[in-house]
């Protein structure tokens, strides 16, 4: 099976419209961008996690041919709002030869959702599942169970999916994703130590306000720690930390850092990841500062990985 990162960005894609800031700016100079946060599994059957507003290109450009269940994070527009766009899958074959797409998701997400996309299912583009926490389902071969993650008020239907693959010795592995969180309420037994981890670094440090509920690298590290993943991909990656003499550090979505993330043994905090190159340095620092005997990656764009 392949996994592909179809984007690594945070809500609104970076660089962001309108934004000047450090991080954009030094991204446009090398001609990198992150679309916003999705990725698909691709085997026999292919399984998209999350639908956001770039999913068109980003399914044109990775040649995705079909899309056999999706399964959708939260009901925040970057995570579902591409949905209308299954709906090509539909038109494109022959008539009577399709079925409609399973959407797998919390009872919660789809209240919300299923006002704006109620019209794709009863127009037969997807057919809504609603999902229970900690129970098993099988979706287009794989088996999945999601559990709640914590996304605030404004994504009460959050949760997280641990899935069963083939893994590539031919025994069964598993991949846990979490994407937008502050906190796993009830983190399941079988969760832990899996072959690989998929989760956010929205910022380097922790804000002051933590208010739509993110994880920063700083925070992050402590669940890397208890999930204990043979290996962890991080995405969902923004610009909202501020990089000192930027202008642009007034901008509203700029916040003030609460504890700057430095090593343990002194020299200062780590300067921000401006790109790429950076955001890997930095983590390679990190966990060696940090004693931290875990093997984890930046995502980018487009990334494909054999699993
Ligand atoms: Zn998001
Ligand atoms: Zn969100």
Not at 20 to 42: H, P, S, V, Y
Request: glycine content about 8%.
């Amino acid at each position: 099976m392949e996994l592909v990162f179809l984007g690594t960005g945070a809500a609104w894609g970076i660089p962001e419209l309108t934004c000047g800031c450090r991080i954009c700016e030094e991204m446009r100079k090398r001609n990198e961008k992150r679309d916003r946060t999705a990725i698909i599994l691709k085997g026999e059957k292919n399984v998209l996690i999350d639908c956001g507003p770039d999913i068109r290109n980003q399914l044109s450009r990775n040649n995705i041919g079909r899309v056999d269940a999706v399964f959708i994070t939260h009901e925040h527009g970057d995570h579902f709002i591409g949905l209308d766009e299954l709906f090509s899958f539909k038109r494109n074959v022959p008539r009577d030869a399709f079925s409609p797409i399973p959407v797998y998701l919390s009872r919660q997400s789809w209240d919300v959702i299923k006002l704006r996309f109620g019209y794709l299912e009863e127009m037969g583009v997807i057919a809504a599942r609603c999902i229970d926490a900690g129970t098993w389902f099988k979706a287009a071969g794989l088996e999945a169970m999601a559990f709640k993650t914590d996304h605030g008020k404004s994504a009460a239907g959050s949760v997280g999916f641990l899935i069963r693959f083939p893994g590539s010795n031919g025994k069964s592995a598993r991949l846990v994703y979490t994407s937008d969180f502050i906190d796993i309420p009830e983190i399941p037994e079988e969760a832990l130590s899996p072959e690989i981890m998929i989760t956010q670094s929205v910022w380097l440090n922790e804000p002051v306000k933590n208010r739509p509920c993110h994880m920063s690298l700083q925070r992050v590290l402590h669940f890397i720690e208890i999930f204990s993943p043979q290996f962890t991909y991080l995405t969902h990656i923004g610009d909202a930390d501020m990089v000192p003499g930027d202008p642009y550090n007034e901008s509203l979505k700029k916040y003030i850092p609460k504890d700057p993330f430095g090593s343990p043994s002194g020299g200062g905090p780590y300067p921000i990841p401006l790109c790429q190159s950076q955001w890997e340095e930095t983590l390679k620092r990190v966990l060696h500062d940090h004693k931290m005997p875990f093997k984890v990656a930046i995502a980018y764009d487009d990334l494909r990985i054999e699993l």
